[in-house]
């Protein structure tokens, strides 16, 4: 079993110019599921299929359409071509605003420590770091391009010929049967809820980013919270970005505050205020509740795979966990229930 297993992974990193689209439409699958499903009791599979991967396509069309209107406005109002001169003059401005602070208050921190170039330039290398690593992995620009195409169509034969467990299950050797309809059935349902809740926490996100940056008059503000919600799927690298976006904008234009320190240090406020209300509101109300976890049981994993893994064990920490859960069930839990308590006599 073992060398069937590794000779799979072998083979599915040498082949990941295929591989790779075909999970994604996968992991696309598990999340349209719920909708198939509810178009199957009035229509064909063949067109709820369909309908599945029109909607997969027009939703992202119809939710940045409006973004464009107004990020050409955005564009006006921040420094994108000149961020040098930009974290130069972020960095004059929040010396001047230190020397203005009270004593008691401007002790506490030292002006020095803060650089935005070193910042800006570790998020421009990270950027470019995981664009280089994307290229490379798919193979080359033409390797994206084909991902692309593929993903729709695999998404659509995977949604048609569903469920799919039950077919893998007739290919394997009738001993493999107990231990995979007790594991994999599982397993699929933890990644189809934890997905699933994932998209919501986005939309939340995105819905009070906007809400807030509207109050505040930040310009471009449904722009700004597109991108901070679609951002935050992406792991270490979104919430890099979505920091650097909202820090440009608030120093260029801070709405109500002015820009300057001031909309910086409230662009600041609203990320880390975002950032906390997702990993211990959101995450824990919709990531918690669809995987069966407790809210202190999902605080508690988040706070052990942030110290772990920093932001990828933010992310990852809440699935692993639920899938551990399962394996720990299916083989751990025996074993310890057959093991007997050994006791000295002698003692």
Wanted: glycine letters at 10%; charged letters at 10%.
């Amino acid at each position: 079993r073992a060398l069937v297993v590794l000779f799979s992974l072998w083979l599915i990193w040498v082949l990941r110019k295929v591989t790779v689209p075909l999970l994604g439409a996968y992991l696309f699958m598990l999340v349209l599921q719920p909708l198939q499903r509810r178009l199957t009791q009035k229509l064909p599979n063949s067109v709820a299929a369909l309908c599945c991967v029109l909607v997969l396509l027009i939703v992202p069309i119809v939710a940045f359409l409006p973004a464009a209107f107004d990020f050409q406005h955005l564009l006006s109002k921040v420094p994108i071509n000149d961020l040098g001169g930009f974290s130069t003059q972020l960095r004059m401005q929040f010396i001047e605003w230190h020397a203005s602070l009270p004593s008691w208050i401007s002790e506490m921190f030292d002006p020095d420590v803060f650089e935005p170039q070193k910042f800006i330039e570790a998020t421009g290398n990270q950027i470019r770091s995981a664009g280089s690593g994307l290229v490379i992995f798919f193979g080359g620009v033409f390797g994206i391009i084909s991902s692309m195409v593929l993903l729709p169509i695999f998404l659509f034969f995977l949604l048609q010929g569903g469920p799919w467990l039950l077919r893998i299950r007739r290919e394997l050797p009738a001993s493999w049967h107990p231990p995979f309809d007790r594991i994999l059935p599982q397993i699929e349902a933890i990644s189809t809820n934890y997905l699933v809740a994932r998209v919501k926490v986005a939309v939340v996100k995105m819905i009070i980013t906007w809400v807030v940056l509207i109050i505040l008059g930040f310009p471009g503000a449904y722009s700004l919270a597109v991108a901070v919600g679609a951002l935050s799927l992406l792991p270490v690298l979104g919430p890099l970005v979505g920091f650097l976006l909202l820090a440009i904008v608030g120093f260029a234009d801070g709405g109500i505050v002015g820009g300057g320190v001031s909309g910086f240090v409230v662009a600041g406020v609203i990320y880390v205020v975002l950032e906390v209300v997702e990993a211990y509101v959101l995450i824990p109300r919709f990531v918690g509740k669809g995987l069966g976890l407790s809210d202190f049981a999902v605080i508690l994993t988040i706070l052990c795979g942030g110290a772990l893994l920093g932001i990828l064990g933010l992310v990852l920490a809440v699935p692993v966990v639920a899938v551990s859960r399962v394996l720990y069930a299916e083989f751990v839990r025996p074993v310890m229930k057959e093991g007997k308590p050994v006791i000295d006599e002698a003692s």
